[in-house]
């Protein structure tokens, strides 16, 4: 009963040994973030949306996170309809005028496969505006198969720093009698995100420069109103 978990750990193991360089980037990208007052982006389409979302107005983790989550590309649309607005050019363009991104910001666009329009064209609007782009993708899945895209690129092939969830193509762990089972990049995309938020707070703190991270609100003591004030303004979904 515990395959789906030693599976998961290997994949862990790997990324955190192949990945550490990428990683250590990402985290010194997403602290000087922090000291510059900027505002970290996320996006993510398919399951990918919840690894974007579990940064955002999250209990222990910074406060000055925008994720991106327009009923667009929400799953909550339905599924199937989710499926085929990400692969239809465009909607990147509309998306990126219902939120405020500033020249030095950072956007992290999570795509497993990295090869749908939605994911590669908002990292291109990024980097023609001016902020830099962070993506966590499976190189595997992506190197597999052909982009969807007018371009012919994929997302690894954009982005200013490319992190490998190292999920091997198909998303499944397991595979039993040819049917693949046992989804990974859920579990490895929000332990990267979260290995470079942590990693960026420390990174901070040892600097002496002020971290906004929210507290638990099933904490008594916590009081997390002064953040909300503080980025309301520029994170659309507080």
């Known amino acids: 009963m515990f395959e789906y978990l030693e599976r998961i750990q290997l994949l862990i193991n790997k990324m955190s040994t192949d990945q550490q360089a990428q990683l250590v980037s990402a985290a010194k990208i997403v602290a000087d973030i922090i000291k510059n007052d900027g505002i970290i982006h996320t996006i993510g389409t398919g399951h990918s949306?919840?690894?974007g979302m579990e940064m955002f107005g999250r209990a222990s983790n910074l406060a000055n996170v925008n994720a991106i989550m327009d009923d667009m590309v929400l799953m909550a649309s339905g599924a199937r309809r989710s499926a085929e607005m990400e692969q239809i050019s465009g909607l990147a363009e509309i998306l990126w005028n219902k939120y405020q991104f500033n020249n030095g910001d950072v956007l992290i666009v999570v795509s497993n496969s990295g090869r749908n329009a939605l994911p590669l064209e908002m990292a291109m609007k990024a980097?023609?505006?001016?902020?830099?782009?962070?993506?966590?993708?499976?190189?595997?899945?992506?190197?597999?198969?052909?982009?969807?895209?007018q371009s012919g690129k994929k997302l690894y092939q954009i982005a200013d720093?490319?992190?490998?969830?190292?999920?091997?193509?198909?998303?499944?762990?397991?595979?039993?009698?040819?049917?693949?089972?046992?989804?990974?990049?859920?579990?490895?995309?929000?332990?990267?995100?979260?290995?470079?938020?942590?990693?960026?707070?420390?990174?901070?703190?040892?600097?002496?420069?002020?971290?906004?991270?929210?507290?638990?609100?099933?904490?008594?003591?916590?009081d997390n109103e002064a953040l909300y004030q503080k980025y309301e303004s520029r994170v659309k979904h507080l």
């Open 49 to 51: 949306q919840m690894i």
């Open 127 to 149: 980097k023609q505006e001016g902020l830099t782009t962070i993506a966590i993708t499976s190189l595997e899945q992506s190197k597999r198969y052909p982009s969807r895209h």
């Open 161 to 222: 720093l490319v992190i490998d969830n190292c999920v091997p193509s198909g998303d499944g762990v397991i595979s039993i009698n040819e049917l693949l089972i046992g989804p990974a990049s859920s579990v490895l995309g929000m332990l990267i995100v979260n290995i470079i938020s942590t990693e960026a707070i420390k990174i901070n703190l040892d600097r002496g420069v002020d971290v906004s991270v929210f507290q638990s609100q099933n904490i008594d003591e916590a």
